[in-house]
């Protein structure tokens, strides 16, 4: 009998330990195994390679997002790290112009030098994706919700779209996490995740995950984690583990208290605009409700003032607390200008759509109302001063 999502969450992959009984999977703390003769073992020879504890939590991983295979590593960059590496020089990537700040770093930074080829592009524009993939593409890369103005790309289209013309897709799926969307379903061919985030839920860790239902391409990704070295401490893919059983249940709330709070700041008279999923005037709205079971924790604005305005609202709140990150149980107030997203050339920004003034929000799973009061008060700190 097929499971669902909450039970999954709970668990896949998990049985009690074989040996006490403990219901929570042990936190195998060892570098190497003993093995019973030369390159006789029970499956674990070192670390680096296999450890119960992070197999534990691939396996789930691969449940949920309905994949067959998983690869955890370090961050969601060192996962980034891992499948640019496995294009290799020369390789093309057409990648969404609106995503987040450490990847284009990674991109440009890194990965150009390295001999790789990237083009930014639109990527809910339907003909910018055929224009862009005209050439000899090796890897179309999508973010939807997009990081930060959460623009949502049609995957099953767009994923379409590529696979006629022999382009494999990767999405990175971090803002809506498997509880909300599964691109695998929709036809994507490789899905990542920063755990960092909603999967983790709890600001404690920091991971990454690949996913992928391609035999070969799955066995490239482990090898390069294993030979490369960025592998996921088994503590930290314990907690995750741990982040995992409640999945389902603090997506809800951060839904809820999204959704209520952006339709109270699209009617604001102090912001200019507000973007988020789930309200009806959004460009991607429509997408969204078919792709997507809810639209997310996540929200974006831009006040009616200027910058200064901006960060003067951003340091008047006090539950939303003015941190990078996102996906944890408390709320979180950035500005991508001069935070995440500073990475990013102002006139690449500016391309993208993504303003000096813009305000991202990571709501979180407090009280809706003592969210609401917050955000209040920052709107008459920062227009007090500004006038």
């Known amino acids: 009998m097929e499971q669902r999502f909450g039970t999954k969450a709970i668990h896949a992959g998990q049985s009690p330990d074989p040996t006490t009984g403990a219901i929570m999977t042990p936190v195998y703390l060892t570098s190497t195994y003993v093995q019973d003769a030369p390159a006789e073992h029970k499956g674990y020879v070192y670390a680096r390679g296999d450890n119960l504890t992070r197999k534990t939590l691939e396996e789930c991983l691969a449940a949920l997002e309905g994949a067959v295979h998983c690869t955890v590593a370090a961050s969601g960059l060192a996962c980034e790290t891992i499948v640019l590496t496995d294009l290799g020089a020369g390789s093309r990537v057409v990648a969404c112009n609106d995503l987040y700040g450490g990847s284009y770093r990674l991109f440009q ?47 099953q289209d767009t994923c379409a779209l590529a696979h006629e013309r022999g382009v494999p897709v990767l999405v990175d799926n971090t803002f809506a996490s498997p509880y909300l969307q599964r691109p695998l379903a929709l036809g994507a061919d490789i899905v990542i995740h920063s ?3 909603y999967l983790g ?39 995750v583990l ?9 997506m809800e709330r ?33 997408v969204a409700r078919r792709q997507m079971d809810r639209f997310g924790g996540m929200i974006s604005l ?10 003067k609202f951003c340091t008047s709140t006090r539950i939303f607390a003015l941190a990078e990150s996102l996906g944890g149980v408390e709320s979180l107030i ?33 009280d809706v109302e003592d ?6 008060a920052a709107f008459q700190a920062a227009f007090l001063t500004n006038g």
């Open 109 to 155: 930074k890194v990965f150009a030098k390295l001999g790789l080829e990237f083009t930014f592009i639109d990527t809910t524009d339907r003909a910018q994706v055929e224009q862009a993939l005209e050439p000899k593409t090796d890897l179309l890369w999508l973010e939807t919700p997009t990081n930060p103005l959460l623009r949502i790309t049609d995957l």
């Open 254 to 286: 951060h839904c809820d208290n999204a959704e209520a709070l952006a339709t109270r700041l699209a009617g604001h008279a102090r912001v200019r605009r507000a973007w988020y999923p789930g309200l009806a005037d959004h460009p991607g709205h429509a």
């Open 334 to 366: 950035e500005h991508p200008a001069s935070m995440t997203h500073a990475s990013v050339p102002p006139e690449e920004r500016r391309k993208a759509g993504l303003g000096d003034g813009l305000i991202r929000l990571s709501v979180g799973i407090e």
């Open 195 to 197: 755990m960092t985030k």
């Open 371 to 376: 969210l609401w009061q917050d955000l209040d």
């Open 302 to 311: 831009e006040l009616d003032g200027d910058v200064d305005a901006a960060r």
């Open 201 to 239: 839920g709890h600001s404690d860790l920091i991971g990454g995950a690949v996913l992928t239902s391609d035999a070969d391409r799955a066995q490239r990704y482990a090898q390069l984690a294993n030979w490369t070295g960025p592998v996921l401490a088994p503590l930290d893919a314990f907690l």
């Open 242 to 250: 741990r982040g995992l059983k409640t999945l389902h249940v603090r």
